[in-house]
């Protein structure tokens, strides 16, 4: 979105307003589709990163179906995608395993004594589910620990070691994620690990998932080698591979409008606005990180410069420093970028803050459609 695209969109959509650029996901999904044609892998939707399913009917124009954490989303993937429904998690529960034999086509299983447990039941379901095992490489990619599945200690996927003895009948697919936010280098350095720690294992497959963080869209990805590291597994195993991006469906995808309601001196000025770091940017506050505004500049970069702070009454919840062209005063309108991902999917209601309205831009038919707006009952339906 440019300049004067924001100015048309903020004159007319709601404040505060997640608006999701149409034109910016088609673009996101001709670079996947690429890599589809490229290798015969299958791209999933990551549910976790981006589940607007208001624009559903566009991804899976494109995309193969969806992944999920758990039952919910296992449920929205059947229901408002369609597709093959892959399905991870940590541990199942009873209640869970009910709810996915229905519509699960995969199931990745996080330990042995999790696929012991419910093998008995996905074996006699009355419809076919494929089983697979999460790995754990035990090398790490990533820069920031909360995101870091192959950390010591890590709860998530199984060592090498931990195969020995292990019966892999039923197990058809091996699935592992381990970065984040990371170009092909990375899963290139991390391929290498598994095919040396895993191949007998992988020998013995019908498909393998490489799951997330693959930052596909970004300018600087290197597809190329994304494609060769692909065919070398399929050329290696004779698999069906799967990609599960959530992030880079959705990236650079949208922004999150945002009003200037006051501002106030305390050693420098402070703009208070009418969105918040902690119930509607939480990954500021948990990674931490400063997202970029639309014509903003660093501290001091610019004529201005202003702290700005969420309006919760966590005396944290503050977004970062930046620096403006002119003054702001209260009714002003910012635009904070790439905030399609790990928005939406992350919000609260904490401190019964006013949630963002749902909206969608395209620039090609100048359509600003207001797909969901909020209201009280949305938050007290949430408490008992």
Known sequence: MDSEDFKRVSQRAPSPSFIVELDRLRH???LLDQVQIRTGAKVLLALKGFAMHSVFPLLRKTLHGTCASGSWEAQLGHHEFGGEVHCFAPAFTQ????????????LVFNSFNQWHQWRDQVESAPRSIECGLRINPEHS????????????????????????????????????HTLCEQNSDALERTLDVVIEKFDPILKLMKWINLGGGHHITRDDYDID????????????YNVQVYLEPGEAVALNAGILLTTVLDVIENDGRILILDTSAQAHMPDVIEMPYRP?????GAPGEKAFTYQLAGM??????????????????????????????YSMVKTTTF?????????????????????????YTDYRNRLS
């Open 312 to 341: 919760t009454c966590l005396a944290g919840d503050r977004i970062g420093s930046y620096s403006f062209d002119h003054e702001l005063k209260p009714g002003d309108q910012l635009a904070f970028l790439d905030m399609a991902h």
């Open 141 to 176: 990619e990533g820069t920031t620990a909360i995101y870091d599945p192959c950390a010591s200690g890590s709860r998530l996927g199984i060592r090498r070691q931990d195969f020995e003895g292990h019966d892999l009948s039923g197990i058809s697919g091996i699935h592992w």
């Open 28 to 30: 996101n999904l001709a």
């Open 95 to 106: 209640e869970d395993i009910n709810e996915l034999l229905p519509i699960a086509h995969h």
């Open 225 to 236: 080698r994304l494609c060769r590291c692909i065919n070398r597994i399929k050329e290696r």
């Open 292 to 296: 970029e505004i639309m014509g903003a």
């Open 351 to 375: 401190n019964g803050v006013k949630h963002p309205a749902l909206t969608t831009w395209d620039s090609d038919t100048q359509e600003l459609k207001v797909v969901r707006k909020f209201d």
